[in-house]
Nanobody, 123 residues
């Protein structure tokens, strides 16, 4: 019904940049808020950024001014441009889709997760 596949993770030095992408299938994408989450080892999963179907965005304070979320409804993709990366950004990053179109994004049991992509920021 709905599948989400993340890509773009990797190893980058502090101050560097990465762009993550999430490709979606299913009808949920073009009418819902999408979210990017991350989870570091031993930590709880946290919301990084959300974007509505119309392009409204919000961000966690820890990434505000450094990360940019965007979407292409025609291609059913959502991206996360990550600039000025810090070691504290190291985590597995997940894309999430859920029924609803409001901010902040909320991940419910009725939503869908991607498999995650690893981002490591280290010198």
């Amino acid at each position: 019904q709905v599948q989400l596949v993340e890509s773009g993770g990797g190893l980058v030095q502090p101050g560097g940049s990465l762009r993550l992408s999430c490709a979606a299938s299913g009808s949920i994408f073009n009418s819902n808020t999408m979210g990017w989450y991350r989870q570091a080892p031993g930590e709880q999963r946290e919301l990084v950024a959300g974007i509505t179907s119309g392009g409204s965005t919000d961000y966690a304070d820890s990434v505000k001014g450094r990360f940019t979320i965007s979407r292409d409804n025609a291609k059913k993709t959502v991206s996360l441009q990550m600039n000025s990366l810090k070691p504290e950004d190291t985590a597995v990053y997940y894309c999430h889709a859920d029924w609803g179109d409001a901010l902040p994004h909320r991940a419910t049991p009725n939503g869908y997760w991607g498999q995650g992509t690893q981002v490591t920021v280290s010198s």
